[in-house]
């Protein structure tokens, strides 16, 4: 049984056949998938997506949606943590590639919710990108448990979150021609490692270029278990008992539904 720790299952991409997308997952042995909010709208879509589909959300704010954050945005995800299907705050943090959101405005959302994660217990879904010395720094101070979710970043970035025992989630840009990062992969300790589709984006080879789903989690973990010189079946249990260990018994208590 894998676990997709991050898609995007609200996203207009899958408007046609949601449901087909999560019966195809299951039918590939992916038994849970981890609903991931960009937005507070998209939070409250996240939650009634895992409702629906017995799935588990998150909730937060993109760094490309910062400019959204307010005191508002930040009463109603913050009360949205108290939903039982919610197992994580994000995905948050900096991206500084496309700069959607100014970044002192990125920042300030990304601190506020690493203090949500760290208030309520929860792991905060990170996303970085271009950004790695602020986000070092940002990481380093923060008591929060964190995930690094699609791995992209430099040394100074993984460096934190190895010193941190935080988990790396790698997707399915392990698999294209362009990955340079294997050491990254490898770098990582057994029990910290998570992997991920951030579907609909970033569809491993071969489907890369077209739209990603969770039943493709199964290509991300062979690469990964190749890269790493273990079986596959070996990297199947131990990320699935990592999705477990890092964001609770919700997606475990769904495995066998
Ligand atoms: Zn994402």
């Known amino acids: 049984m894998l676990v997709d720790t991050h898609c995007h299952l609200g996203a207009e991409q899958f408007n046609d056949d949601r449901a087909e ?25 996240a939650i009634a997506l895992a409702l629906r589909f017995d799935l588990s959300a998150t909730a937060g704010v993109h760094p490309h949606e910062a400019s ?20 994580a705050v994000g995905e948050t943090g900096l991206d500084y590639h496309y700069d959607y959101s100014p970044r002192e405005e990125q920042r300030a959302a990304f601190a506020a919710q690493l203090e949500l994660g760290a208030k309520h217990g929860l792991p905060v879904v990170v996303h970085a990108r271009s950004a790695d010395d602020d986000m070092a720094a940002m990481l380093r101070d923060t008591d929060a448990r964190y995930i690094l979710h699609s791995f992209s970043s430099g040394a100074g970035v993984l460096d934190v979150a190895l010193a941190a025992s935080a988990y790396v989630s790698f997707s399915g840009m392990v698999t294209f021609k362009s990955w340079k990062d294997n050491d990254a992969v490898r770098a990582v300790a057994g029990d910290r490692l998570l992997i991920e589709t951030d579907a609909p984006y970033l569809a491993p080879t071969p489907h890369r270029g077209k739209r990603n789903e969770p039943a493709f989690v199964r290509q991300t973990a062979s690469k990964v278990a190749e890269i790493r010189g273990e079986d596959a079946q070996q990297i199947e249990e131990q990320t699935t008992a990592n999705a477990i260990e890092c964001f609770g018994t919700h997606i475990q208590s769904k495995q066998s539904s």
């Open 21 to 45: 997308v999560v019966q195809r997952a299951r039918s590939a042995g992916v038994g849970h998938v981890i609903v991931v909010a960009d937005s507070q709208p998209a939070t409250e879509q």
């Open 68 to 87: 959204a954050w307010n005191p508002e945005v930040a009463a109603k995800i913050e009360a949205a943590l108290n939903d039982p299907h919610v197992v």
